[in-house]
């Protein structure tokens, strides 16, 4: 029983099965064990169900650890989050007596509709008849489960329509094709704990508010964590300045690791602090591809996303994480059909289509920069 993290499976996956076994009069610490050290459910009669951790690390790109494996079948929760060499990886180890008891391998892998290699694999080669004939895609909606308590569904129905059309009406298409970030990695922002580098340099970076319009935003950064996120509804540049410069005393950051949007009213703040300046519209860095900087620094931001490489531990209420979600899901391509720069929705778009500014997303996406930015060491030679 494996999921992309082994903490997370214990969190939730397991729990499932605590309620499960409860339905069959199973009960725990006489009919099965759980042994949390090893990671291992033991059965009266011999059988054990062995949870791991499928999560995709760089120091064991091929699954080597699963190498020795030896088991009867499989069960994959949240299939999605995990690389697809995982799962074809433990299909492989589905040998332990199988001819014995005349038993086919099966592997079921679970997870809610998401555009990666389980849309193409199943859902859609299931749609369009081309879906390999050993795999069976099977859809299940949330108002197929007996068990599910109405006001969960009551929830999911105030959900925005995206996240709806989702998670209760399991429609695979409602995705946004021109979106840079896939859902379920915007999800993980907030549980990619692995991301903590307690040695990372520090960073400031502030979305600097126009008075009585946008909300001003400061995160501060350890390494590619945000550890912690402030919000002026309105603000002044004073006001800005004062918090900027606690923040700096508190987390002992230099100057030359603070960055705010330089654009309108932001520039007194970068003339007053002596920190970088960002102009959304300057030229890309390094001339890359891009119509500017902001969007080259948008696509970095949703490469790491994507990667998994961003994580935001800061004490946020689940209304501003929401937020959050929701401007990043507005982070889209735009005239993909022309020739020329990369571009993105401009912002008068994104505030189109969520009636605000995306002010949380914009703060994050400030961070890129320090990702191009490599500060030449300038050496005098002394004359004597």
């Known amino acids: ?52 951790d499928l999560f995709y690390y760089p120091s064991d790109p091929n699954f080597d650890e699963l190498g020795s494996l030896e088991i009867t079948g499989g069960f994959i929760d949240e299939v999605n989050q995990v690389h697809p060499l995982a799962w074809a990886v433990v299909k492989s180890r589905i040998r332990f007596m199988l001819d014995e008891y005349k038993l086919v391998p099966k592997l079921l892998g679970s997870c809610n509709p998401s555009k990666n290699w389980v849309y193409k ?58 979106a840079l970030m896939d859902y379920d990695s915007m999800l993980s922002i907030f549980t990619n704990d692995f991301v903590k580098d307690p040695n990372g340099k520090m960073y400031i970076t502030i979305d600097v508010a126009r008075k009585g319009k946008d909300k001003a935003v400061i995160a501060v950064w350890r390494g590619f964590e945000v550890i912690e996120l402030i919000e002026y509804p309105i603000s002044l540049i004073t006001e800005l300045q004062t918090s900027v410069i606690a923040l700096k005393t508190k987390y002992k950051v230099p100057l030359s690791n603070i960055i705010a949007d330089e654009d309108g009213v932001g520039g007194g703040l970068v003339d007053n602090l002596k920190i970088k300046g960002f102009v959304n519209n300057s030229t890309a860095i390094n001339n890359e591809n891009y119509q500017n900087l902001k969007t080259q620094c948008y696509y970095k931001l949703a490469e790491l996303v994507n990667n998994n490489e961003i994580y935001v531990s800061a004490d946020l209420s689940e209304k501003q994480k929401e937020a959050i979600i929701e401007e990043l899901e507005q982070v889209k391509a735009s005239d993909i059909d022309k020739d020329g720069k990369l571009k993105i929705a401009n912002k008068e778009e994104v505030k189109k289509a969520i009636n605000r500014s995306p002010d949380y997303s914009d703060a994050l996406m400030l961070r890129m920069w320090f990702t191009y930015f490599k500060p030449v060491r300038k050496f005098t030679k002394n004359v004597y």
């Open 1 to 52: 029983m494996g999921r992309a993290k082994l903490k997370t499976l214990k969190e939730t996956t397991l729990n499932s099965f605590y309620a499960v076994c409860k339905l069959q009069g199973l009960k725990n610490g006489i009919h099965y064990k759980v042994n949390h050290q090893s990671s291992i459910i033991h059965f009266a009669n011999g059988s054990e169900i062995i949870m791991k």
């Open 121 to 178: 694999d199943f859902y859609k080669a299931s749609k369009d008849g081309s879906i390999l004939n050993y795999r069976k895609f099977i859809q299940a909606l949330v108002t197929d489960n007996p068990f599910i308590d109405s006001n969960y569904i009551e929830n999911l129905k105030q959900l925005p329509k995206a996240q709806r059309d989702r998670l209760l009406y399991g429609i695979w298409e409602s995705f946004d094709e021109l």
